[in-house]
């Protein structure tokens, strides 16, 4: 199929790109910029009625009696739902692994603070959160379970009293001989380190409109959704619906990060609908709702991890050991995020063999959701510190670890031992070109001064694989049993010669439409302004995914290109009937339909698009008259995982190094970022504007996970950052503005060689941060193992050396 398409910048028909690789103007910032576009929360309906949903005070508690008759006779109020309701009338919602879900609402027992126990729609919000007053829980508190290492103990609470268990998980995957490779290292070296949990905070919460239809039975969705297609099977299965009768309609939003999934909202407006006799009833998430118990949630890791390393800095095995507090159930699919790690699990290094020891372990804390990277970040910060203590082990530069074992160009498409397959890469002139950038020997001078004046400097270098166009058989050891990500588009062109093209997911923020426009302007010859990108509903759109595993910008470029090809042939068809010769002798150049070698035989796009719209006379038999195609893509070559996991899963690996210079002031333990610097190499760049905002973007998030963001939960199960007061986001005063450098291997496995970079730099800040604040830790003998590296943390580790000392 890819072979056949159009896949790389010299095959497009057209004698020069005016607009791919560009950093052009994006479409959609007009709308944007005046304040025009439509979110959820801006959109009312004829009756709209409003939710509010009261929730659990308690992390583990014992439901022993609801009463709403004194909600439901509030004026204003028109229905109610609780737990009981949702167990008569809908499924448990899925998860992963399978079987630890629940339902919607709580029913027989709440498993964490903020899960919802009942809900109201009212005329207005107000009614509604006054409504809630009204309601009267009978709780049994029971003793919560808040760390794995206390739900892991022989008598511990359970979160799920059938399952007889809190292990939700456990799997150990080896890949080569890696004992073999720890009994002949000349060192091993073994740390344990703490990733505690942050998430994703986009600026816009969650907000859903559900409308059912009382006659065909059927429900309407209206929201901020990142995956509407993927939301609309989930309603299905929880509502028992079949899918033709579930449309959701994905609303712009202000970015997702992972963190719109809003299963649960979707279930308890659909039910508050049906029970208002089919009035919309909206729910817009507040901000405390959002943090407590939104998709805010991920990574809340532990580790283990050991290396194998010869004398001359080879490392040649690699062993991972986690425990991982999903929460209390696996509704927001964030097991994927312990399963994407196979596909860089050893990162940019030629590590032999490797072993993955994971357990995901349920709590009562509020349920783990996506998060941008999905899981390698945390992975990344673990390997790349491992790869600086090796390097202090064995007497080498942190630079000089990496450069040793990088995968040699020569050597891609390259497999590392985890299965997935990295398309292409030059490791080493990347970190080459970043040291160039950085003036790195000068940088190592700048910091021996500084110690000499007795500061705390330190430097980090890392190299990191970012993993892009996921596929569903990355996350098999986790019980997702799929291959392939559909992204279909069609492309059609209008009696006034110019192009509509339909796409099955809603505005986010990323500059999607903008690619669509550049890829379609520079294969037809047209302008951008002549492109209309129209996002559909998912009973309108062909398959489609949308945003997630930095896979959108290649997947809508492959779907572009694949319907423009059939569009193309269509074209030529009609053309060559029209001018009285063979398919054969025509081809479609700069916007025209031409005869090939007869300077003068052609005719504009326009012309031949209108005869197909307008004189269905004209056309070959076998031609219906819409100058019209559409195209479904998906990664190809992708197989099925084997028994230990090993799968070619993510199609395109882009690679990163970051130096970071930065200070630690030894009496108050705060961190300052001197100086940063990137080279990254994302294949050929579409839009080299979006990617450079996704990079600051993401060195902002990376930030944030260094050095500030941090879910705290107390020994009950009380979340105690629930507002951001407590949680804190990074500003613009705690993110620098870092120097970039581009480095271009396009990708052979994707149209146009682009590779995926959505979740970039989120992938090695942290590590990058990390290893600078240990390199600057190093002179008072102390290491941090934790992140966020707040001052408190670090103030208490320099402390307690001093007290040794």
Known sequence: MAAEMTKTLSDLPVSATRFIGRAVNRVEDPQLLTGRTEFIDNVVLPGMLHCAILRSPYAHARIKSIDVRAAEQLPGVVAVVTGEEARRTTQVMASLPPEWGTYCLAADKARFVGEPVAAVAASSRYVAEDALELINVEYEPLTAVVEPTQALEPGSPLVFEERGTNVMLQRVLTWGEVDQAFREADQVFTEQFRWHRLGANPMETCGIISQWDPVEGSLTCRGSFQAPGHMALGAAGMLGLPLHRVRMIGHPHGGSFGGKGGARGVGITALLSRKSGGRPVKWIEDRMEYLVAGGSQSWDRFYEVSLAVKKNGTVTGLKVQLVDNMGATGEGFAAFSTAKPLASFTGCYTIASAQYDL?????????????????????????????????????????????????????????????????????????????????????????????????????????????????????????????????????????????????????????????????????????????????????????????????????????????????????????????????????????KLQI?????????????????????????????????????????????????????SYLTAANACHVVMVEVDAETGKVEILKYYIADDCGTRLNPATVEGQTQGSLAQGVGAALLEEYVYDDDGQLLTSTFMDYLLPTIYDVPMAEKAALVTPSPFTPLGAKGVGEGAMHTTPAAIMCAINDALLPLGVRAHEVPATPNRLWKLIQEQKRKT
């Open 596 to 648: 090939k070698g007869v300077p003068g035989a052609e005719m504009p796009l326009a012309q031949v698009a209108v005869v197909m719209l307008t004189r269905s006379d004209l056309l070959p038999p076998d031609i219906d008259p819409r100058p019209e195609a559409t195209y479904v893509w998906t990664a190809p070559g992708r197989t099925q995982p084997d028994e230990q996991g090993r799968a070619k």
């Open 359 to 591: 357990r995901l372990v349920a709590t009562n804390k509020s349920p783990q959701s996506p998060y941008r990277g999905m899981g390698p970040p945390p992975h990344n910060w673990v390997l790349e510190q491992m790869m600086d203590i090796a390097a202090r082990g064995v007497g080498l530069d942190p630079a000089e670890i990496r450069r040793r074992n990088f995968i040699a160009p020569e050597q891609f498409p390259y497999t590392i031992p985890s299965g997935n397959e990295y398309d292409s890469g030059n490791y080493e002139a990347a970190l080459n070109k970043v040291l160039e950038m950085s003036a790195y020997q000068r940088l190592r001078q700048e910091q021996a001064a500084a110690r000499q004046q007795g500061r705390c400097v330190g430097i980090g270098v890392v190299s990191t694989i970012e993993p892009g166009v996921f596929d569903w058989n990355a996350y098999a050891i986790v019980g997702m049993p799929m291959t392939g990500v559909p992204e279909g588009v069609t492309v059609s062109i209008n009696l006034f010669g110019k192009i509509i093209v339909r796409v099955g997911f809603p505005l986010e923020g990323q500059g999607q439409y903008t690619i669509a426009s550049q890829v379609l302007a520079d294969y037809f010859g047209m302008e951008m302004s002549d492109i209309v990108v129209v996002p559909q509903d998912t009973l309108s759109a062909p398959p489609a995914f949308g945003p997630g595993g930095s896979r959108l910008g290649v997947a809508l470029t492959g779907a572009i290109l694949g319907a423009a090809d059939q569009l193309r042939d269509k074209l030529i068809k009609v053309a060559a009937r029209l001018m009285q010769t063979e398919p054969a002798n025509m081809e479609l150049m700069d916007g």
